[in-house]
């Protein structure tokens, strides 16, 4: 229980002691070491260090590698006589201690692959949907939904989408007959091209306009793209060559 100021004086100690004891204390908040009391301060009472932790292969081992510097320069502040250099070692063990924490899992997965849109294939997409007849905004909204999860899908490196019509429309829970009228309404707008497969039509998107994998490789993806097309009659760019 720390002794009150008066409590102090009754015992005979002067208010210069007092006052620099104050002063230490002042001085240890700043640094961030434990505040002792006037008492300890006045009698020579030295802070209190907290017990070395284990340092067993175990223990070290459990806590990685960035965990095992912090506990290292946990010790060393321990030792350390110099205050200055002790509160340095202090600070560099929090940080440390900070970057070993476990990351806080994600609500969401930000990080499965760089897929990029350009802004001219959304300009021209969206253009060439106001300029089709009889268009409306709610006709517009669901055709660009259908086109970003098509765009979502698309595997490293290649412009086929993997998912069938029937998967979009059940990923987002529109009817068949909405989905057939919006896959129609981007192919005819050039966004989309759909290729028959079998009994299916694949889903292709021109590279040029949504890509995803490493740009170095864009170019190839473009002209296999391209390819592709050619070979399947279906040459129509989202942008003509001049």
């Known amino acids: 229980m720390a002794i009150s100021e008066k409590a102090l004086r009754r015992r005979g100690v002067?208010?210069?002691t007092i006052k620099t004891a104050k002063l230490i204390q002042g001085a240890q908040?700043?640094?961030r070491c434990k505040v002792q009391t006037i008492n300890q301060i006045i009698n020579g009472v030295s802070q209190l260090e907290?017990?070395?932790?284990?340092?067993?292969?175990r223990q070290l081992r459990k806590r990685g590698r960035i965990g095992q510097a912090a506990l290292l320069l946990d010790q060393e502040a321990i030792a350390e006589p110099d205050l200055l250099k002790k509160t340095r070692?202090?600070?560099l063990s929090r940080e440390a201690k900070i970057l070993a924490e476990k990351p806080v899992k994600l609500e969401?997965?930000?990080?499965?692959?760089?897929?990029?849109?350009?802004?001219?294939?959304?300009?021209?997409?969206?253009d060439r949907l106001?300029?089709?007849?009889?268009m409306t905004t709610s006709k517009m909204g669901v055709a660009a939904l259908v086109l970003a999860e098509i765009c979502r899908h698309l595997p490293w490196e290649d412009h086929t989408c993997p998912k069938t019509a029937a998967a979009i429309a059940e990923i987002l829970d529109m009817n068949q007959s909405d989905m057939t009228r919006s896959l129609a309404l981007l192919e005819e707008i050039k966004a989309i091209r759909r290729v028959k497969s079998g009994r299916t039509k694949v889903i292709t998107v021109t590279p040029e306009g949504s890509y995803r994998g490493n740009v170095n490789h864009h170019a190839e993806a473009v002209g296999?793209?391209?390819?592709a097309m050619k070979d399947a009659g279906n040459v129509i760019p989202l942008r003509p060559e001049p």
């Open 14 to 16: 002067d208010d210069d």
């Open 29 to 31: 908040r700043r640094q």
């Open 50 to 57: 907290p017990d070395p932790d284990d340092l067993t292969v």
């Open 89 to 91: 070692l202090r600070f």
């Open 108 to 126: 969401f997965d930000f990080f499965k692959g760089n897929r990029m849109i350009s802004d001219e294939f959304h300009d021209v997409v969206r």
């Open 130 to 134: 106001k300029a089709v007849p009889g």
């Open 224 to 227: 296999t793209y391209k390819k």
